[in-house]
Nanobody
Framework: QVQLVESGGGSVQPGGSLRLSCAAS?????????MAWYRQAPGKQRELVAS???????NYADYVKGRFTISRDNAKNTVFLQMNNLKPEDTAVYYC??????WGQGTQVTVSS
């Protein structure tokens, strides 16, 4: 059974940084899957933030380009999301997704002064 566990969320002031991690277990050949981070703010639909393919091609939503960086460590079955220059509108629950078929439980990110 595939399990994704996110960590690294928290509360920061505008302009601050956080690094999210998502560790996958119960899956073989982690390296072949596209990994992605999504987020969902209260009252809004879940939206794609960033993704990284098996070949480490990355894709970002326009509103995080230049501020967020997605990366992966295949040896540790882990994907990261480095978030810099955070804004109040980045406040949301952030979810990890593997291959489009499994989700983590989410981690809360709150940006507020």
């Amino acid at each position: 059974q595939v399990q994704l566990v996110e960590s690294g969320g928290g509360s920061v002031q505008p302009g601050g940084s956080l690094r999210l991690s998502c560790a996958a277990s119960g899956i073989k050949l982690f390296t072949i899957y596209t990994m992605a981070w999504y987020r969902q703010a209260p009252g809004k639909q879940r939206e794609l933030v960033a993704s990284i393919t098996s070949g480490e091609t990355t894709n970002y939503a326009d509103y995080v380009k230049g501020r967020f960086t997605i990366s992966r460590d295949n040896a540790k079955n882990t994907v990261f999301l480095q978030m810099n220059n955070l804004k109040p509108e980045d406040t949301a629950v952030y979810y990890c997704n593997i291959g489009g078929f499994a989700w983590g439980q989410g981690t809360q990110v709150t940006v507020s002064s």
